[in-house]
Protein backbone atom coordinates (compact mmCIF):
# COMPACT_ATOMS: atom_id res chain seq x y z
CA UNK A 1 0.00 0.00 0.00
CA UNK A 2 2.76 2.37 1.26
CA UNK A 3 4.43 1.83 -2.43
CA UNK A 4 1.42 2.15 -4.35
CA UNK A 5 0.93 5.79 -2.62
CA UNK A 6 5.04 6.34 -2.96
CA UNK A 7 4.34 5.59 -6.91
CA UNK A 8 1.49 7.84 -7.27
CA UNK A 9 2.93 10.73 -5.51
CA UNK A 10 6.03 11.20 -7.80
CA UNK A 11 3.45 10.66 -10.80
CA UNK A 12 1.82 13.77 -9.70
CA UNK A 13 5.26 15.21 -8.88
CA UNK A 14 6.47 14.39 -12.37
CA UNK A 15 3.50 15.58 -14.42
CA UNK A 16 3.96 19.23 -12.68
CA UNK A 17 8.01 19.22 -13.11
CA UNK A 18 7.13 18.45 -16.81
CA UNK A 19 4.43 21.15 -16.34
CA UNK A 20 6.42 23.89 -15.14
CA UNK A 21 9.64 22.95 -16.93
CA UNK A 22 7.31 23.61 -20.13
CA UNK A 23 5.66 26.79 -18.67
CA UNK A 24 2.64 25.15 -18.92
CA UNK A 25 0.06 24.91 -16.10
CA UNK A 26 -2.82 22.35 -15.54
CA UNK A 27 -5.65 23.59 -17.98
CA UNK A 28 -8.39 21.52 -16.54
CA UNK A 29 -7.69 23.42 -12.57
CA UNK A 30 -8.65 26.71 -14.59
CA UNK A 31 -5.55 28.20 -12.64
CA UNK A 32 -2.15 30.04 -13.48
CA UNK A 33 0.37 31.24 -11.39
CA UNK A 34 -0.99 34.85 -11.98
CA UNK A 35 -3.96 34.04 -10.36
CA UNK A 36 -4.40 35.45 -7.28
CA UNK A 37 -6.11 32.62 -4.75
CA UNK A 38 -6.46 32.85 -1.03
CA UNK A 39 -6.38 29.37 -0.83
CA UNK A 40 -5.64 29.70 2.97
CA UNK A 41 -5.61 33.42 4.58
CA UNK A 42 -2.05 33.99 7.06
CA UNK A 43 -2.48 33.87 10.60
CA UNK A 44 -0.39 36.70 11.68
CA UNK A 45 -0.95 35.77 15.15
CA UNK A 46 1.28 32.66 14.69
CA UNK A 47 4.84 34.49 14.64
CA UNK A 48 3.82 35.49 10.92
CA UNK A 49 4.23 32.14 9.30
CA UNK A 50 2.19 30.55 7.03
CA UNK A 51 3.24 26.88 6.07
CA UNK A 52 3.05 25.91 2.83
CA UNK A 53 3.95 29.57 1.63
CA UNK A 54 7.40 29.16 0.39
CA UNK A 55 7.38 32.12 -1.71
CA UNK A 56 5.98 34.27 1.34
CA UNK A 57 3.68 36.15 -0.71
CA UNK A 58 1.14 35.42 2.24
CA UNK A 59 -1.05 33.38 0.06
CA UNK A 60 -0.76 29.33 -0.04
CA UNK A 61 -1.25 28.09 -4.15
CA UNK A 62 0.22 26.52 -6.99
CA UNK A 63 3.29 29.57 -6.61
CA UNK A 64 4.51 28.05 -4.07
CA UNK A 65 4.74 24.09 -5.49
CA UNK A 66 6.84 26.07 -8.18
CA UNK A 67 8.76 27.74 -5.65
CA UNK A 68 9.04 24.56 -3.81
CA UNK A 69 10.06 22.52 -6.98
CA UNK A 70 13.05 25.10 -8.06
CA UNK A 71 14.36 25.10 -4.67
CA UNK A 72 14.45 21.31 -3.90
CA UNK A 73 15.65 20.71 -7.90
CA UNK A 74 16.88 23.79 -9.33
CA UNK A 75 18.67 25.00 -6.37
CA UNK A 76 16.69 28.45 -6.33
CA UNK A 77 16.53 30.09 -3.22
CA UNK A 78 15.40 28.29 -0.36
CA UNK A 79 11.90 29.88 1.68
CA UNK A 80 12.53 32.15 4.09
CA UNK A 81 12.22 30.82 6.73
CA UNK A 82 12.91 27.25 5.72
CA UNK A 83 10.32 25.73 8.02
CA UNK A 84 7.70 27.83 6.01
CA UNK A 85 8.07 25.52 3.17
CA UNK A 86 7.39 22.42 5.53
CA UNK A 87 3.87 21.73 4.27
CA UNK A 88 3.16 18.92 5.60
CA UNK A 89 4.68 19.67 8.87
CA UNK A 90 7.17 16.45 9.40
CA UNK A 91 10.31 18.62 9.68
CA UNK A 92 12.13 18.32 6.86
CA UNK A 93 11.69 20.68 3.49
CA UNK A 94 11.57 18.23 0.23
CA UNK A 95 10.04 16.66 -2.66
CA UNK A 96 6.89 15.64 -0.02
CA UNK A 97 5.77 19.28 0.45
CA UNK A 98 4.86 20.17 -3.25
CA UNK A 99 3.63 16.95 -3.23
CA UNK A 100 1.48 17.70 -0.29
CA UNK A 101 0.03 21.21 -1.81
CA UNK A 102 -0.72 19.88 -5.01
CA UNK A 103 -2.75 17.32 -3.51
CA UNK A 104 -4.66 19.82 -1.14
CA UNK A 105 -4.87 22.30 -4.15
CA UNK A 106 -6.02 20.33 -7.21
CA UNK A 107 -7.00 16.97 -4.80
CA UNK A 108 -8.80 18.10 -2.19
CA UNK A 109 -6.17 16.74 0.00
CA UNK A 110 -5.68 18.46 3.61
CA UNK A 111 -4.60 21.82 3.95
CA UNK A 112 -0.88 22.62 4.89
CA UNK A 113 -0.40 22.00 8.46
CA UNK A 114 -0.86 25.16 11.00
CA UNK A 115 2.42 24.60 12.90
CA UNK A 116 5.69 23.87 11.41
CA UNK A 117 8.40 26.41 12.66
CA UNK A 118 9.13 26.65 16.19
CA UNK A 119 7.70 29.84 17.24
CA UNK A 120 10.38 32.12 18.52
CA UNK A 121 8.84 33.59 21.97
CA UNK A 122 11.74 35.96 23.41
CA UNK A 123 12.61 39.19 21.69
CA UNK A 124 16.46 39.21 22.23
CA UNK A 125 18.22 36.36 21.19
CA UNK A 126 22.12 36.80 21.61
CA UNK A 127 23.81 40.01 22.57
CA UNK A 128 27.56 40.66 22.94
CA UNK A 129 28.19 43.53 25.67
CA UNK A 130 31.44 45.21 26.14
CA UNK A 131 32.40 46.82 30.01
CA UNK A 132 35.45 48.20 31.02
CA UNK A 133 36.11 50.42 33.88
CA UNK A 134 40.07 50.55 33.50
CA UNK A 135 39.85 54.02 31.76
CA UNK A 136 36.94 55.95 32.63
CA UNK A 137 33.62 53.85 32.32
CA UNK A 138 32.63 51.90 29.17
CA UNK A 139 29.32 49.77 28.96
CA UNK A 140 28.43 49.49 25.09
CA UNK A 141 27.49 46.54 23.11
CA UNK A 142 24.93 45.14 20.95
CA UNK A 143 22.34 42.45 20.36
CA UNK A 144 20.00 40.16 17.86
CA UNK A 145 16.30 40.14 17.93
CA UNK A 146 13.71 37.77 16.73
CA UNK A 147 13.71 39.91 13.64
CA UNK A 148 16.66 39.29 12.97
CA UNK A 149 18.00 42.98 13.41
CA UNK A 150 21.26 43.53 15.06
CA UNK A 151 21.03 46.48 17.01
CA UNK A 152 24.58 48.48 18.72
CA UNK A 153 24.19 50.82 22.30
CA UNK A 154 26.54 52.40 24.52
CA UNK A 155 27.23 54.78 26.84
CA UNK A 156 25.25 53.02 29.17
CA UNK A 157 25.05 54.76 32.76
CA UNK A 158 25.34 51.53 35.00
CA UNK A 159 27.74 49.99 36.61
CA UNK A 160 29.02 47.17 34.27
CA UNK A 161 26.86 43.86 35.07
CA UNK A 162 28.55 40.68 35.06
CA UNK A 163 27.65 38.17 31.94
CA UNK A 164 25.91 35.69 34.73
CA UNK A 165 23.07 37.96 35.55
CA UNK A 166 19.33 37.11 34.76
CA UNK A 167 17.17 39.56 33.26
CA UNK A 168 13.82 40.76 32.44
CA UNK A 169 12.54 42.25 29.04
CA UNK A 170 12.32 45.87 30.89
CA UNK A 171 16.55 45.57 32.32
CA UNK A 172 17.27 44.54 28.77
CA UNK A 173 15.57 46.97 27.27
CA UNK A 174 16.84 49.73 29.32
CA UNK A 175 20.12 48.98 28.66
CA UNK A 176 19.82 48.52 25.06
CA UNK A 177 17.92 52.30 24.41
CA UNK A 178 21.31 54.42 24.66
CA UNK A 179 22.05 55.32 21.55
CA UNK A 180 20.49 52.66 19.62
CA UNK A 181 21.22 51.71 16.32
CA UNK A 182 20.50 49.15 13.86
CA UNK A 183 23.86 47.59 12.43
CA UNK A 184 22.70 44.60 10.52
CA UNK A 185 19.94 42.59 9.27
CA UNK A 186 20.04 38.51 9.71
CA UNK A 187 17.79 36.69 7.20
CA UNK A 188 15.06 34.19 9.08
CA UNK A 189 16.95 31.22 8.40
CA UNK A 190 20.35 32.10 9.40
CA UNK A 191 18.51 33.27 12.47
CA UNK A 192 16.39 29.95 13.66
CA UNK A 193 19.22 28.05 12.64
CA UNK A 194 21.27 30.12 15.37
CA UNK A 195 18.38 30.16 17.36
CA UNK A 196 18.61 26.50 17.71
CA UNK A 197 22.43 26.12 19.10
CA UNK A 198 21.18 27.89 21.76
CA UNK A 199 19.95 24.84 23.97
CA UNK A 200 23.11 22.56 22.79
CA UNK A 201 25.14 25.27 23.78
CA UNK A 202 23.70 25.50 27.41
CA UNK A 203 24.70 22.26 28.20
CA UNK A 204 28.39 23.03 26.94
CA UNK A 205 31.11 23.22 30.00
CA UNK A 206 32.92 26.01 31.02
CA UNK A 207 36.28 26.14 31.05
CA UNK A 208 38.24 27.98 34.05
CA UNK A 209 38.61 31.53 33.85
CA UNK A 210 42.14 32.40 33.17
CA UNK A 211 43.77 36.08 32.95
CA UNK A 212 44.16 37.43 29.96
CA UNK A 213 44.26 41.20 28.75
CA UNK A 214 45.03 43.60 31.34
CA UNK A 215 43.00 46.54 31.27
CA UNK A 216 40.82 45.57 28.42
CA UNK A 217 37.41 44.53 30.53
CA UNK A 218 35.35 42.33 29.83
CA UNK A 219 33.85 40.87 26.55
CA UNK A 220 30.90 38.83 27.16
CA UNK A 221 29.17 36.61 24.20
CA UNK A 222 26.19 35.34 25.00
CA UNK A 223 22.91 34.16 24.25
CA UNK A 224 19.40 33.85 25.86
CA UNK A 225 17.24 30.91 27.19
CA UNK A 226 14.45 32.78 27.76
CA UNK A 227 11.41 31.43 30.10
CA UNK A 228 8.16 32.81 29.13
CA UNK A 229 6.48 31.85 32.69
CA UNK A 230 8.59 34.06 34.36
CA UNK A 231 9.53 36.58 31.70
CA UNK A 232 12.95 35.91 32.38
CA UNK A 233 16.32 35.74 30.23
CA UNK A 234 18.98 34.20 31.62
CA UNK A 235 22.53 34.27 29.76
CA UNK A 236 24.66 31.27 28.08
CA UNK A 237 27.81 31.95 28.27
CA UNK A 238 29.78 31.53 24.64
CA UNK A 239 32.68 33.09 25.09
CA UNK A 240 34.45 35.74 27.57
CA UNK A 241 37.39 38.00 26.05
CA UNK A 242 39.38 40.55 27.76
CA UNK A 243 41.27 40.98 31.62
CA UNK A 244 39.99 37.52 31.69
CA UNK A 245 38.94 34.90 29.50
CA UNK A 246 36.96 31.85 29.55
CA UNK A 247 35.03 29.40 26.82
CA UNK A 248 31.89 27.37 26.63
CA UNK A 249 33.84 23.96 25.24
CA UNK A 250 30.32 22.83 23.16
CA UNK A 251 30.54 23.21 19.55
CA UNK A 252 27.91 25.34 19.28
CA UNK A 253 28.83 27.70 21.79
CA UNK A 254 31.64 27.78 19.29
CA UNK A 255 30.27 28.21 16.22
CA UNK A 256 28.01 30.91 17.57
CA UNK A 257 30.71 33.11 19.14
CA UNK A 258 32.12 33.02 15.92
CA UNK A 259 29.16 34.28 14.14
CA UNK A 260 28.59 36.94 16.43
CA UNK A 261 31.89 38.13 15.53
CA UNK A 262 31.12 38.65 12.07
CA UNK A 263 28.26 40.98 13.27
CA UNK A 264 30.38 43.40 14.92
CA UNK A 265 33.65 43.26 17.35
CA UNK A 266 35.50 41.34 14.76
CA UNK A 267 38.70 40.98 16.58
CA UNK A 268 37.85 40.44 19.88
CA UNK A 269 40.55 40.97 22.27
CA UNK A 270 42.73 38.16 24.39
CA UNK A 271 40.25 35.22 23.72
CA UNK A 272 40.90 31.97 25.13
CA UNK A 273 43.75 30.40 24.96
CA1 LIG B 1 2.70 31.75 -1.35
CA1 LIG C 1 7.83 18.56 4.87
Not at 1 to 12: R, S
Request: glycine share 8%.
Amino acid sequence: MKNKKYVAKNIILCTVVILVGASVLPISSGYSTTDNINLYQKDSSYNDVLCGDANNDSLVNVGDVIYLINYVFKGAPAPDPLCQGDANGDGEVNTGDPVYLITYIFNGGKPPVTTCCDPILQNILFEVCHVNEAWGHTFEGFYVDKTGNAYSYSDVPLPGASWDETHTEETLQFRHSYNQQLIGTIDLNTLYEKYQLIQPASEGELSDRVIACMDYGQQYYVAYQYDSDSGTYTPVLLHDAGDYAQKNFAEEAEQLFEWLQTIDYTNPPCTYP
